[in-house]
């Protein structure tokens, strides 16, 4: 939890998380019957919302490179690290922020260096992920099927390969929103962020962890980040 984190290897936890054949076809006839009306009309409507939030940011994945400002997988890490940041005390936060080279950012107030600090561990996350053989075949997953949806953007999630990943997307960000529904609404509002989440779920989960404890006990969080800090600085 120190100014660079542990990062988990990003390969294999977006691969587990993004990359699976077998699963999508089977998210995909759920998704279909789903969509039908077989769980209700409430859930029906509920699809549509989805498949709208989630065509856009897939479309907008292979457009720019994931560490472009507004593109949504940076955004989308940058989101969570900014919760996560926020739980780090000042002291430490200003000490991050000048190791991380952030200007003099660690001089002005906590929720400036929080944002700073986020946005330059996110690229390179970001970075990292788009790097990794999953990310590759996703996205080229996704750029062969908006080609093939060219007709329109509505007929892109229609597609069978398409129906698992939105079935994946969508368990994805229940599960964020029972485990936090301040983040997930938070991402929500960013134009259905959290439809992304399924991206990240799994290299992210240390942080996550971490602002699960801090909801928890917080100062057990404060004193844990102190201890590790004090370890890597030695002081």
């Not at 060219?150 to 997307?169: E, N, P, Y």
Request: hydrophobic share 45%.
């Amino acid at each position: 939890m120190g100014a660079w984190d542990y990062l988990y290897d990003v390969g294999a936890a977006l691969g587990n998380g993004v990359v699976s054949v077998g699963v999508d076809l089977y998210y995909g006839a759920e998704r279909t019957a789903e969509g039908l009306g077989v769980s209700g009309w409430d859930r029906t409507a509920q699809i549509g919302f989805e498949n709208e939030y989630l065509v856009n940011h897939l479309l907008n994945l292979v457009k720019s490179a994931p560490t472009a400002a507004e593109h949504p997988l940076f955004k989308l890490i940058t989101t969570i690290l900014k919760r996560y940041y926020d739980k780090f005390p000042d002291d430490a936060l200003q000490k991050i922020a000048k190791a991380a080279g952030i200007g003099g950012g660690y001089m002005a107030g906590r929720m400036i260096i929080g944002k700073a600090i986020a946005e330059k561990i996110a690229l390179r996350i970001a970075a990292q992920i788009a790097a990794t053989a999953a990310y590759r075949q996703f996205a080229q997953k996704i750029g062969v099927s908006a080609a093939a949806g060219s007709t329109g953007v509505g007929a892109v999630i229609t597609l069978v390969m398409l129906q698992g990943v939105a079935q994946r997307a969508s368990k994805a960000s229940q599960r964020l929103k029972a485990r936090n529904i301040q983040l997930w609404n938070d991402l929500r509002n960013q134009q259905g962020l959290d439809m992304l989440y399924f991206l990240v779920e799994a290299p992210l989960a240390q942080y996550m962890d971490a602002i699960d404890l801090a909801h928890r006990n917080a100062p057990l969080l404060e004193q844990e980040i102190q201890r590790i800090y004090q370890q890597q600085t030695g002081h």
